[in-house]
């Protein structure tokens, strides 16, 4: 298949774009992609494409934008129920404390995830994906951590295995026993970091064998936080979970400083994610590093605070800055890329161009699959989004809105805007 005629084709071509490189898009004018099976075969312009490949079925995408599909490098996608009463006690001016004194926060999802079945997950968690997927996400990283316990978080890892399998977008599983302190252990956080350590890690990684004996091993990731794991539970976990093989990734720096991004350096993580009170050693770290900043900045948004992560110090410090949405219950449910750079726009003080690269080939670094997806480039997967809109910067200056009209994904072209175009 040849879809060309592209006003604007957006390749992203080489990266992982570092520091002041951030916003390269590529951009061929009149540009045409031509693929075949799930693969990109050939990207240029559209008049010599055409006169190469003649006999193509053609997709038109003339008046369009054309780029890679969103690579979303950070979510918590499957979960139970809803905290829309506790969204409602925010609003209306109480504290985190309240929240929690009337059994809300992270652990009240703990409780309505234990309690749902492996059907109830899957039934849950799949309009997340599909409205992801009709967004523009083609593939997202997913955790665990809702579940606090094993035989709980085994069932997330199997129902998101599940849906890996039955749904179009791609999936990176992720395991976040240590997402909190279980509530077992609510007085003895180093009790639950040792059961996580001595049990949990050895129990996934073997679980992992046997049931998904063709996959790579899921990242590990920990919340490094005050009130979760401090920075020596957050090291003698990622050490565990590094001896026995796992990839790593690390929440750090949400509400306080611990170091946690140093550690994920230091530690070779794949990333280090939200960064907002980062300090400025552990940006300079990170600047020196293939560790990728993904910023979250959904979850301020979603929160109503002030602070989101410093981009421009990071990009000034050389970083590979990946935005994503940490679509979860508490922070941020958010589906969409789209509003995600949109917010880095005008609340960390990205160009669109930047936000684009951040959301594409930056963000398939963060998760280690950029070798596959995040540019449109030969061998790659086609992964591909064909925008409704004349030129890239409508990503950002419009929102709120979906954009995407089709999604193409490992080569299928799927209509977005059914309801309005009177497609076949
Ligand atoms: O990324 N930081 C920890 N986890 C989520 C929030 C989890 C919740 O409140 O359910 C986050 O913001
Ligand atoms: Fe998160």
Same mark, same amino acid.
């Given at each position: 298949m040849l879809v060309h005629s592209a006003t604007q084709l957006l390749t992203l071509k080489?990266?992982? /774009? +570092? @520091?002041?490189?951030? @916003?390269?898009?590529?951009?061929?004018q009149n540009g045409a992609v031509?693929? +075949?099976?799930?693969?990109? =075969?050939? *990207?240029?312009?559209?008049?010599? %494409? +055409? !006169?190469?490949?003649?006999?193509?079925?053609? %997709?038109? !995408?003339?008046?369009?934008? =054309?780029?890679?599909?969103?690579?979303?490098?950070?979510?918590?996608?499957i979960w139970a129920g809803d905290r829309a009463n506790e969204f409602e006690m925010k609003m209306a001016g109480k504290s985190y404390l309240d929240i929690l004194a009337a059994g809300g926060g992270i652990i009240s999802t703990v409780r309505q995830t234990r309690a749902a079945s492996f059907e109830s997950l899957i039934a849950q968690t799949r309009p997340r994906l599909l409205r992801m997927f009709a967004h523009g996400t083609t593939t997202v990283e997913a955790k665990t951590g809702y579940g606090l316990q094993t035989a709980t978080e085994l069932r997330l890892l199997k129902a998101l295995l599940a849906l890996?399998?039955?749904?179009?977008?791609?999936? *990176?599983?992720?395991? %976040?026993?240590?997402?909190?302190?279980?509530?077992?252990? /609510?007085? &003895?956080? /180093?009790?639950?970091?040792?059961?996580?350590?001595? #049990?949990?890690?050895?129990?996934?990684h073997d679980w992992w064998q046997t049931h998904a004996p063709n996959l790579s091993l899921p990242f590990v990731d920990i919340f490094c936080e005050d009130r979760a794991f401090n920075l020596d539970q957050s090291r003698q976990i990622l050490t565990k979970a590094r001896e026995l093989g796992f990839p790593l990734k690390i929440h750090s720096d949400e509400f306080d400083n611990l170091g946690g991004a140093s550690l994920a350096v230091e530690l070779g993580a794949a990333s280090a994610d939200h960064l907002v009170k980062t300090s400025d050693a552990d940006i300079k770290a990170l600047g020196a #590093? &293939?560790? =990728?900043? =993904?910023?979250?900045?959904?979850?301020?948004?979603?929160?109503?605070?002030?602070?989101?992560?410093?981009? +421009?110090? %990071?990009?000034? *410090?050389? *970083?590979?800055?990946?935005?994503?949405?940490d679509c979860n219950p508490g922070t941020a449910w958010n589906e969409s890329m789209q509003f995600v750079i949109a917010l880095a726009c005008r609340a960390m003080g990205l160009t669109p161009a930047q936000a684009i690269a951040a959301s594409t080939i930056n963000s398939a670094h963060a998760i280690r699959r950029a070798d596959i997806i995040g540019s449109i480039e030969e061998g790659k997967q086609a992964d591909l989004l064909i925008l409704g809109v004349p030129d890239y910067r409508h990503l950002g200056y419009r929102f709120g809105t979906n954009l995407v009209r089709q999604v193409v994904k490992r080569g299928r072209v799927y209509s977005v805007d059914v309801c309005y175009y009177r497609t076949a």
């Open positions: 080489g990266g992982p /774009q +570092r @520091g002041h490189d951030l @916003g390269t898009l590529g951009i061929i031509l693929i +075949r099976d799930e693969k990109i =075969v050939a *990207a240029g312009s559209t008049d010599e %494409l +055409r !006169a190469s490949y003649k006999d193509e079925p053609m %997709l038109d !995408a003339s008046g369009c934008v =054309v780029m890679p599909g969103f690579v979303d490098p950070h979510t918590h996608l890996e399998d039955e749904s179009r977008i791609d999936l *990176a599983i992720t395991f %976040l026993g240590a997402h909190a302190i279980a509530p077992e252990y /609510q007085d &003895d956080p /180093q009790g639950y970091t040792d059961h996580v350590c001595d #049990s949990m890690l050895p129990t996934v #590093s &293939d560790t =990728v900043a =993904v910023a979250l900045p959904c979850t301020p948004f979603g929160l109503a605070e002030k602070d989101y992560t410093p981009a +421009r110090k %990071l990009i000034e *410090a050389n *970083a590979i800055l990946a935005l994503a949405t």
